[in-house]
Structure formats: C-alpha cells, structure tokens
C-alpha cells in the first residue's frame, strides 16, 4: 500500500533483559514491567478483554466517542492524529467519525506485529490517509521526537486509560513529554478511568471467564522468550485488588509453591505467597486529572463523561 509506512524504534532486547533482572532482583518487591505483556499473545488476550462484560473501560470509552464527542473544532483534513499506544485502532476510528481525508495518522505501539497487521488494515480502509506505524515504547519519546517534529497540526491520542498505568509523578513526566512534542496550541485527547465502586473496579479485573488471568500469566511466556527464561505459568496465580491508599488496582503474579528459576544466570527464588507485581491501573478523580494535566504544560478544553460517569475524555490544550 503506497500509503503506508512502518518503521521500528522498539527497545534493544539487551536493554529489556536488564529490565527484567532488575525487577526479579527486587528485594522489596518483585517486579515484572508491564510493558512485556504486549507481546502478539498478549495483545490478542487483551482485545478478548475489552470485550468482557465486567470490563467497563472500552466500552464507555467507545460510548463517549460515538454519543458526545465531536472534532470539528480542531480535527481537519491537514490533522496529523498520533496515537501512543494504539492497539486495535478501533478507538481512532470512532474519532475520525468516518472521515477519509484526516492527512496523517500515526499509530506508536509496543507490539510490532500487532501494530504492523492494523496499521495496514487502516491504510486500506482509509486510502487517502497517509500511516506511518512506529513501534516504540512510551519512553522512547526522544527517538521517535525527530519524525513528529516534522508533522503540522498535530492532535495526540492516548486512550484506554494507559496513563493509568504510570504512577502520578511518571504520569505528569510522560504528559509533559507529549506538550513538548505536540507543540503550543495542538491538542491532547486522553481517556481517565474515574474512581468508583470497589467491586465494579475490582470485578474488572477478575473476570468470570479468566481471560485476564491468562493475559496477566502470559507476561512470564513472554519474559521468557527474551531472557531465556523457565518461569513457569503453573507455578503462579493471578490475584488483582483495589488498593484504596495509592487509588489503583494493582495486579499481581502469586507464587503458589517455593521455587527457584535461573534468569541470565542468576538464580531466583521465591517464597510460597510471594508475588511478582506486574501492573498498577491509578483511577482519579476528574479534580486529580485536572490537576496533573495543568502542571503537565496543558489547559482543558473539554471533560466529557459516559452516562454511567464510570469513564471519561479530557480534551487538552498545549498552553
């Protein structure tokens, strides 16, 4: 397709196993970062999710999209959309709300098949669009700085309540990253999943069916893969709770039996009951994102909500 591009900035696989060691190392607390869960299994067990009845966030998202969200305002057929963590890309397509002249879309995700296989069915289903893929993590914002700088009318787009995934002080660096990036006057669209019933968030991460627990188990297939690994799968249980302190969910891989595993040559044990943390999910409040994104080097637009007030869309301006 001649309007396709795809170009890969993905970390250096010495740079992930360190990663990876240092978080297993961890004498306080074992950590596995979650950005290894997005390997191609990974995203197609995250997908599946999105579609589960007890996870809200897709879908009140998609629901503000199609109901409440209008771009005529700053959305044009010069727009350059980036979106950080793109996924499916089924969210960008609620955006565009069907338009086929947007100038440039750009999709940054971590996983490369995943990414490469929907950025090709965008560019076939919006012909006049030109893409350019990147695959990167969110960090990488330096390398990949060099093409956005070359991009008019930026608009970024970070849905799905990823931010959540970063703790608050992290939260506000990534924001503030992306003002630098989009430049004075362009416009930030963000989903924020908002605080609410401890058994509704609690609910959405313990589904009936499993699926979360397959997806949180399958970042240790995943580890493996790079550093050569024999985490075993049966050796864990998956455990997800609301942390009422810190205002996140926090999902864990509990050890169910002592053992030890051999990672880049060094041994590492576990006790029975410890756990490997592998993801924070922060919820605020619409006052607490607010806050963030005014230290972060934006003002807001807009707030919009779904009609359960579970979910919601900050529309945010680079001062």
């Not at 700088?149 to 660096?173: L, Q, R, V, Y």
């Amino acid at each position: 397709m001649k309007n396709l591009n795809l170009l890969n900035f993905s970390s250096a696989q010495e740079d992930d196993r360190t990663l990876i060691l240092k978080g297993l190392i961890n004498k306080n607390q074992k950590t596995i970062n979650s950005k290894f869960f997005y390997d191609d299994v990974g995203s197609e067990l995250f997908e599946k999710i999105t579609k589960l009845k007890e996870y809200y966030p897709t879908k009140a998202e998609i629901n503000i999209l199609e109901k409440k969200f209008y771009t005529k305002q700053f959305l044009s057929e010069s727009s350059s959309i980036i979106e950080f963590g793109s996924g499916s890309n089924k969210k960008i397509k609620k955006l565009i709300n069907g338009g086929k002249n947007l100038k440039e879309y750009i999709p940054i995700d971590i996983s490369k098949d995943f990414l490469y296989k929907n950025a090709k069915n965008f560019a076939k289903i919006f012909p006049k669009t030109k893409v350019t893929a990147i695959c990167a993590a969110f960090n990488q914002i330096t390398e990949i700085k060099g093409i956005l700088d070359k991009k008019n009318n930026k608009i970024g787009f970070f849905p799905g309540s990823t931010i959540g995934n970063f703790i608050p002080s992290e939260a506000e660096n990534l924001l503030k990253s992306f003002s630098l990036i989009l430049g004075s006057g362009s416009y930030m669209i963000i989903g924020v999943d908002l605080i609410k019933s401890k058994k509704v968030l609690e609910n959405a991460y313990n589904d009936s069916k499993g699926i979360t627990a397959r997806f949180n188990s399958n970042i240790l297939r995943s580890v493996n893969s790079i550093v050569g690994g024999k985490l075993d799968k049966k050796n864990f249980k998956h455990h997800a709770f609301f942390n009422d302190k810190e205002k996140r969910i926090e999902m864990h891989l509990i050890s169910k039996v002592k053992h030890s595993v051999n990672i880049l040559n060094q041994i590492i044990n576990f006790k029975k009951g410890e756990s490997i943390h592998t993801e924070n999910s922060y919820k605020y409040t619409l006052e607490g994102f607010s806050k963030l994104s005014k230290n972060s080097g934006f003002r807001i637009s807009q707030i919009l909500k779904d009609e359960k007030n579970l979910f919601s869309i900050f529309v945010l301006k680079v001062k």
